[in-house]
Antibody, heavy 125, light 107 residues
C-alpha cells in the first residue's frame, strides 16, 4: 500500500525549532518529487515547499523562505522539513505529499496524488 | 506568485443537484490546474488534474474544464459523500498555490 506518514509535530515555543519527518512506503520514493503543505485549522491549504527526487533542487513559499529547509534521505525513504525561528503563525497541520506527473505530448502536468494524514505543529509559549 | 481565487466561497445544495465551482488565476496557468476534495479532519484527495483529467478512482460525476485563467469544477449530481471543501491548485509556476476553497453544504 502506498503510504506517507508524518511525524515530529508538537508544541514548541516561539523562536524554537522543529524537524518534521515523512516516512514513505509502498512506492519507489527516490524517483518522486515531494512536497510539504500546511493548513491552519479551519483555514485553507498552503503550499510550503518542494524537493526534487535526488534532493538537489528545492523551492519554497515566500512565507517560509530562509526559515524552513526541505530535505530527503532516499536511503531511508524519508522526507524532512526543518523549521527554525518558529512563530505563532506557523501553527498548522503539516502534510507531506507525493508529486505525480503525467506526460501529454511534449508537456507534463503535475499534481499531488498521495498525501499523509498530517502532523500538528503548535507554536505557543 | 500566482494568486488563485474561487467562487463561491460556500454554497448550499441538495442531493442530486448540479454544482459548479469556479477558480480563477491571476495570470495564465495554461492547463496546470488541479482540483482537490477535503473532508473535515482528513487529508485532501485529488479529483482532477491537468484541468480536465479525472484521477483514477474518482466518480465520473466530477468533471473539470477550462484553460488559461478560468476553470470550473462540476459535480453533475451531488451525492451525500460530496459534502466537503474543494480547492483548486495551480502548478504552472515554481511556487504552487491553492485557491481559498469552496465549501459545499447540505441545503
Amino acid at each position: 500500500e502506498v503510504q506517507l506518514v508524518e511525524s515530529g509535530g508538537g508544541l514548541v515555543q516561539p523562536g524554537g525549532s522543529l524537524r518534521l519527518s515523512c516516512a514513505a512506503s509502498g512506492f519507489t520514493f527516490s524517483t518522486y518529487w515531494m512536497h510539504w503543505v500546511r493548513q491552519v485549522p479551519g483555514k485553507g491549504l498552503v503550499w510550503v515547499s518542494r524537493i526534487n527526487s535526488g534532493g538537489s533542487s528545492t523551492s519554497y513559499a515566500d512565507s517560509v523562505k530562509g526559515q524552513f529547509t526541505i530535505s530527503r534521505d532516499n536511503a531511508k525513504n524519508t522526507l524532512y522539513l526543518q523549521m527554525n525561528s518558529l512563530r505563532a503563525e506557523d501553527t498548522a497541520v503539516y502534510y507531506c505529499a507525493r508529486e505525480g506527473k503525467v506526460a501529454a505530448g511534449v508537456v507534463s502536468y503535475y499534481y499531488m496524488d498521495v498525501w499523509g494524514k498530517g502532523t500538528t505543529v503548535t507554536v505557543s509559549s | 506568485d500566482i494568486q488563485m481565487t474561487q467562487s463561491p466561497s460556500s454554497l448550499s445544495a441538495s442531493i442530486g443537484d448540479r454544482v459548479t465551482i469556479t477558480c480563477r488565476a491571476s495570470q495564465s496557468v495554461s492547463s496546470y490546474l488541479n482540483w482537490y476534495q477535503q473532508k473535515p479532519g482528513k487529508a485532501p484527495n485529488l479529483l482532477i488534474y491537468a484541468a480536465s483529467s479525472l484521477q483514477s478512482g474518482v466518480p465520473s460525476r466530477f468533471s473539470g474544464s477550462g484553460s488559461g485563467t478560468d476553470f470550473t469544477l462540476t459535480i453533475s449530481s451531488l451525492q451525500p459523500e460530496d459534502f466537503a471543501t474543494y480547492y483548486c491548485q495551480q502548478t504552472y509556476s515554481t511556487q504552487w498555490t491553492f485557491g481559498p476553497g469552496t465549501t459545499v453544504n447540505i441545503k
